[in-house]
């Protein structure tokens, strides 16, 4: 017999939903790169003569339903890239990909699909725990993609730089190099207070030394940069900082923070054309609406959803 699946009230904190997938880091002791040399702001800026390319990924709440008296998530994930050469933009097609997913507590859900009207599947998720475990893991979903698609970048592209809009997740040593993540929200002090203090010297195309620290899948390096933002005074100073980090080797990684200097602070937005600048690229601006394009419609989600459990029903 299959379980009775029930809308549950719709929530809009949940169908707007989108946040980055924060990895925990057990012990944090971020230590400055002496190679980088004195504890102080640096200028130093490298440029970046090849191809530039953005991975993104967004994430979707659709619906909280019940299955029976379980609560389960229909959520829908969407990754892309964004290529820049010197003379053009363009959406890095292989690189999109669109999965749906049913996540829900293991055995509540028969079969590994929910399919809907129209050509729309949910792909069967099981994940013990309550609603917000449900939600991490399908979280890590959407991380696991993006990783998958710089990896496909690298294979496709062996001398671009690929830059993650969003902290890097598993990555192995031979999939680092030429890879940055950047975090615009900052949710963890990676500094203690006497090396924080160099945040507040940071001018405009400046960034912090090199410093590193280790995650449960190894050592990552990381530096603090400030990008452009004018007018500056209505703003926090949190509001033009990176965090930028690399999973490469030290060497490749005081190479990449040069080279950051030089490709984030001139990719920067501006305050009239959007509320998240500067941290929100401008490159990354544009590949946010095509991903929430290829989301598709919410309310066309709806529908379908409101039909398949009316049709269940009789």
């Known amino acids: 017999m299959k379980p009775v699946l029930r809308l549950d009230a719709w929530s809009p904190d949940y ?3 989108e946040a980055e997938l924060v990895q925990p880091l057990t012990e944090l002791q971020a230590e400055p790169v002496a190679a980088d040399g004195p504890w102080e702001p640096k200028r130093e800026a490298a440029s970046w003569e090849g191809p530039l390319f ?11 339903v019940f299955i029976g008296e379980e609560p389960a998530l229909l959520v829908s994930v969407a990754v892309g890239a964004v290529g ?3 003379d053009r933009a363009f959406y890095e097609e292989e690189a999109f990909a669109l999965r749906r997913y ?4 293991p055995g509540v859900w028969p079969g590994s699909r929910l399919e809907l009207a129209g050509g729309i599947a949910y792909e069967l998720v099981e994940v013990p725990g309550e609603l917000e475990a449900l939600r991490a893991a399908a979280m890590k979903r959407r991380g696991a993609l993006e990783m998958r698609a710089g990896d496909g970048l690298r294979e496709r592209h062996p001398q671009a730089l690929i830059l993650h809009d969003g902290p890097l997740h598993e990555l192995s040593p031979e999939g680092a190099a030429g890879r940055l993540g950047y975090a615009k929200t900052h949710h963890r002090a990676y500094l203690s207070a006497e090396l924080a203090g160099v945040l507040t010297e940071l001018t405009a195309g400046e960034r912090t030394p090199v410093f590193g620290f280790e995650r449960e899948s190894g050592r990552f390096y ?3 940069l400030r990008l452009p933002l004018d007018p500056a005074r209505p703003y926090a100073a ?7 980090e690399t999973a490469a080797p030290e060497a490749e990684a005081l190479e990449l923070a040069r080279i950051s200097l030089g490709v984030f602070p001139r990719l920067a937005s501006r305050p009239f054309r959007d509320p998240r600048a500067p941290q929100n690229l401008v490159p990354v601006g544009a590949l946010e609406r095509e991903l929430g394009r290829r989301l598709g419609s919410l309310p066309l989600l709806r529908r379908r959803l409101l039909e398949y459990i009316e049709r269940e029903a009789v």
Do not use: H, I, M
């Open 54 to 64: 953005f991975v993104d990924g967004r994430f979707r709440t659709d619906a909280r």
């Open 238 to 244: 949190a509001a033009s900082l990176l965090r930028v």
């Open 84 to 86: 820049l050469e010197p």
């Open 102 to 105: 049913l996540v829900a507590p």
């Open 222 to 224: 990381s530096w603090y």
């Open 15 to 17: 169908v707007a939903a």
